[in-house]
């Protein structure tokens, strides 16, 4: 049987191409004992990822040349000599960049099997997985969600941003939504639970948010950083939470001269607080999230919104959207059916 | 009787000169019902006073030129026609700048009893009062220290940070204190309970942390914001905690551009927690912390320093000191005896 990969090919510029990676065909060896064999359904992008691809200290150990591209996906076991996976189950895990898996189910693989929800496997990447988790524990245990909380969200339209108006809403708080098109913003409103929505790149910001909220923010869900933070955090109500879960304006251009925050004082000033998370470290708590945000899909309460290109040569385009603010929603890719 | 009292002449430059305040000598009024005389032993000056006297918008309301500078201050209550106050009674709160107090009990004076640990009555309002309580709070709660943690703190020889070379010595973590002299740098070795000492000005600050700490650190006491606390986030371990208690790189010279932080991201970054906080916040647990503080002063293992000077007319003097880095320890003025 033949596997498609791509492996890293050139560290990125300023936008992610195709020709950043190489689009290998191996054949796959058959499976030893104690490995399955994964089919992979859909794979995942997140920004972290060209982290990955540079040369230098990011998050996680950078890749070399030559290295299959590192990302979740989640797949159907097509065959099994491990005795906790038999053919037939979806499993979610640290697939690669590629149609086919062999795995021994070592922790390195962090896969775990996808329960049956009624709801489409890719959910599994998006509002049931790590991006649903990271919006779910973001805003109610760091951001310590309150009812009545008045709740601002950068990158409101992305993966994580695109749950938290309804996630905010089930609570009894209101969030108000940053999103860089009139499209996106409509779609914050009309499907995506927020109060309101500010659209960034035509939008007077910092008059809009007090148009919203006049008398402040207690929560910021930071998806970006740099002067979107700053905008924030002269909002600050005192007690206020800044939850730091991304940082798409540093991570893309990495040789820019880092933006300098001006109100870092207003954090004291305010008695706020400001953290930053991983989302691993809620992990015994991922089933009850994934139950309970279930539920809501079921009832109606938590509508989430997905972008699905389809085959593994889009995986470079999928991950560029995230950085040209193509994506609405969780953006995955389709592999194979 | 007469009273003699300092109110605002003038709103302050940089400097805070004797000039910016006028000595009134009042005739006191006899007590009436409900009242109580109470006769200033020490008050107290902090770093947040310069915000009282500025006109703008500061922490609290700033005073009006005619005032009676606001402070807090222990005193001995020398007559009484109130119910829960007693001639003989040693009570803590807000003063004024001034000798004799007449006070309602009302909670805008926050007075509270003064109990009798066997040390003297100055450090109701050191280590054993609003300064102890914020070193005690700052550092066990908002910074949950550890055993094993490695702290870092600025303006070490102050009020507040005096006490957190020992404070983290008893939980079994090590402090290192910054401080503006060779002198102060001594004292916090040989007396305050640090393991380290860097004099900020005229030692590599950066090189000299990694010398104590070359793994980083998990808590930064940061007493004083700007290029400091830019400094302490470059060398944050994942999961720290900033505890933001007071920022007087930023009350010195409000007309000067704001420092502006370079920073920011290590917070996200290594997943730690930057915040702020109020010490009243805590004034539950207030009786708790002083009760255990003053045990361990008995036992030896909380040694305090407290700066004095003599006479209501140094109280302007002694609120300079502070800006001035003249200050070591706690600073407090004894006003009668």
New interface residues.
Partial sequence: MINRRLVLAARPGDEIKKSDFLLEEVVLPPIKEGEFLLKVLFLSVAPVMKFYMLDGAG?ENPLQIGDLMRGRGVGEVIESKHPDFQVGDIVQGKCGWQEYVICDGSPYYMMYKVQQRGVPYSTALGVLGMTGFTSYFGLYEVGELKKGDQVLVSAAAGGVGSNLGHLARIKGAEAIGLASTDEKCKLLIEKLGYKGAINYTTEDISARIDHFFPDGINVYF?NV?GEM?DIALSKLK?YSRVV????IS?YKNRNKP?Y???N??K????????????IY?FEPQFHLAEREMAQWIKEGKLIYQEDVLDGLEKMPIALNRLFTKKNVGKQVVKILD
């Fill in positions: 998050i930071d950083g933070l005192t730091c879960c991304g940082r540093e880092q300098q925050l001006k870092w004082h954090i004291g000033a305010t008695r706020s607080k400001m953290q930053g998370f991983f470290d």
